[in-house]
């Protein structure tokens, strides 16, 4: 096991692809497990190696200008019970229920997955009932090693102490948790970020107020649509934009929201991306696109030897889970196409109910609804919330939808750091939104506080003059406040996409403008524009083909009076040849009407 990581280490992320990606992202994420610092169970000497990789990638970092979110992405019993989290908790062999096909090798995962970091899962009544302090502690212990390891080093931005607990989690204790992770990380590295998962849980009941004062915390919530019923490209549309109002309520009752994942990915087709040779019951929900395995580039090229290689010449095989996804013969699966609607309006068009996988030639349209899929997010992320981390940087195989370097080569999303200032970023969303945002003081904020907010930006707008300082010094009370909302929302409208946010030293947040969607505000976005394939109907194709017939009749008809003189003394004893016209008769062959004798059908 140890040996094949270190293949895997050594040709996954390499420095290559961090100065690639410092061209393109000023931040990367990324996952550790807790058993490279604190190694546990079968974990013992399976890692080894492993922080020497982590060194070398953050000194990469520092080289190139990078920054790095340290997240612990596997706890000890698992935190959800997902792959990811180090061990799929929850999983049971159902061979022996097998009588045919004999010898059929099955398990099932996902119909009973559990997680036990916080305890013992009690699956009848969905609760823990004890709380497991060791598994906690040794996490706490954990951040110290990490926090002890790196605090001095320039390229890290902070950490994530547990990626995704799952939504069973309890609450109270999971607080608890993130309050004494943070105090350690700010006794020894008081300048990192910390960055706290929502538990999927992302409400303002739940969260709003929680560490209210703390600096530098964020809440880190995950976006995907893969998940989510099969629908028109409208809906995804409508869903990435709509976001943009719960990541401002989230930043209002909170503070700053920070995307920690999301994908382009519409639907589940990725190969194992629901775990080996498995998938959730009743996924896929559309039969998924397939490409040949041997030509995608895969590290699985560089395995040790061939127990690892994919069979070319075999169907899916063994172990089977609740659901599918594998290779068969050489044949990956992979996110399906996007199809041009031939129904009208792609707003409103059908087309993607009965497409199938791969789109005819001259019907992908894939790349555009992609595009503009990206520049939505984009909008809806990092126009509101704090920043966001795309997942993942490359794939195993070639998926873009997954993949933010092959998107980047596709052009879905804009090939540089600076692409919040790209206007068809900056209007992505402005059909959805119909009256976006405002940036307004809280209620209940000190007049000092609010001053400084207002000073701040009027000094960064340029429009400080001589009596600006006097007259913050004589506004309060609701005078202050008017023109705070004014000077304040003008700013974070003309340099939101540069990066501002509405925050002005904690006193303002965002709330919905309620303004009149108008022309002005809209870019000419291609899925607003009607994308026709126009069909041929069965009518047209009918008398297109009759037409032909009697066209290629009448030629061979003429082709044979010239060359055969049989079928030409034949066709001169009938009624043909009584023909007045001098122009068809030279057409086809037969002599002046005056030098002929007529024959008599009478």
Request: proline fraction near 6%; charge should be negative.
């Amino acid at each position: 096991g140890n040996r094949q990581l270190k293949v895997h280490w050594e040709t996954w992320v390499t420095k290559e692809h961090i100065e690639k990606l410092s061209k393109v992202v000023n931040s990367v994420r990324l996952p550790v497990g807790d058993f490279m610092y604190s190694p546990y169970g079968p974990y013992v000497g399976c890692t080894d190696g492993a922080l020497e990789y982590v060194d070398e990638l953050l000194d990469w970092a520092s080289e190139y200008g990078l920054s790095v979110l340290l997240d612990i992405h596997a706890l000890k019993g698992s935190q959800n019970g997902f792959d990811n989290s180090g061990q799929s908790m929850g999983f049971q062999w159902t061979s022996i229920l097998n009588t045919e096909p004999a010898g059929l090798v099955t398990f099932q995962h996902w119909p009973i997955r559990t997680a036990e970091w916080m305890g013992t899962f009690d699956i009848i009544n969905i609760s823990y009932p004890e709380i497991n302090h060791e598994n906690i502690q040794h996490s706490l212990e954990v951040i110290k090693k990490i926090v002890k390891r790196y605090s001095g080093h320039p390229a890290v931005l902070g950490l994530e102490p547990v990626n995704e607990p799952w939504q069973f989690t309890p609450i109270k204790e999971l607080k608890k948790f993130y309050w004494d992770g943070y105090l350690i990380v700010k006794e020894h590295a008081p300048y990192w970020k910390y960055i706290m998962h929502d538990s999927f849980r992302f409400d303002t009941e739940i969260w709003g107020g929680f560490m209210a004062g703390c600096p530098d915390r964020a809440l880190d919530t995950h976006i995907y649509q893969a998940w989510a019923d099969p629908s028109s490209r409208t809906f995804f549309y409508a869903d990435a934009c709509a976001r943009k109002s719960d990541i401002a309520k989230m930043e209002a009752a909170f503070g700053p929201v920070v995307v920690g994942e999301w994908s382009l990915a519409t639907d589940n087709c990725a190969m194992w991306l629901n775990g080996f040779n498995d998938n959730l019951p009743g996924f896929p929900r559309l039969p998924c696109k397939y490409m040949p395995c041997d030509k995608q580039p895969s590290y699985h090229n560089h395995t040790l030897n061939d127990f690892t290689s994919l069979d070319p010449n075999s169907p899916l095989q063994g172990p089977y889970g609740t659901g599918m996804s594998g290779p068969i013969f050489n044949q990956c699966p992979t996110t399906r196409d996007w199809l041009k609607e031939s129904s009208g309006d792609p707003k409103t068009g059908s087309d993607w109910i009965k497409a199938p996988p791969e789109a005819p030639p001259r019907r992908d349209d894939t790349d555009n609804v992609m595009r503009n899929l990206a520049r939505k997010k984009i909008n809806a992320f990092s126009g509101i919330g704090h920043g966001f981390y795309f997942w993942n940087f490359q794939t195993d195989l070639y998926e873009p939808s997954w993949s933010y370097m092959q998107a980047l080569e596709r052009d879905w999303i804009p090939n540089s750091q600076d692409f919040n200032s790209d206007p068809k970023v900056a209007n992505a969303c402005a059909a959805e939104d119909a009256g976006e945002f405002q940036c307004v003081v809280k209620r209940n904020q000190q007049e000092s506080s609010v001053r400084n907010g207002l000073r701040y930006a009027i000094f960064a707008s340029g429009k400080n003059t001589s009596t600006t300082d006097h007259d913050l010094q004589e506004a309060s009370g609701d005078d202050l406040m008017d023109w705070a909302n004014e000077e304040l929302s003008d700013y974070w409208s003309k340099h939101r996409m540069d990066g501002v946010t509405c925050d002005f030293g904690g006193i303002a947040t965002l709330v919905e403008a309620n303004r009149t969607f108008t022309e002005e505000y809209a870019y000419d976005d291609d899925e607003y524009s009607p994308v026709y394939i126009t069909g041929t109907s069965t009518t047209t194709v009918l008398l297109l083909v009759v037409a032909g017939s009697l066209l290629g009749g009448m030629f061979g008809f003429c082709l044979a009076m010239h060359f055969s003189p049989t079928f030409n003394k034949r066709v001169r004893h009938t009624i043909v040849g009584n023909v007045h016209n001098p122009v068809l008769r030279s057409s086809i062959a037969l002599d002046k009407f005056e030098d002929y004798e007529p024959v008599n059908f009478g």
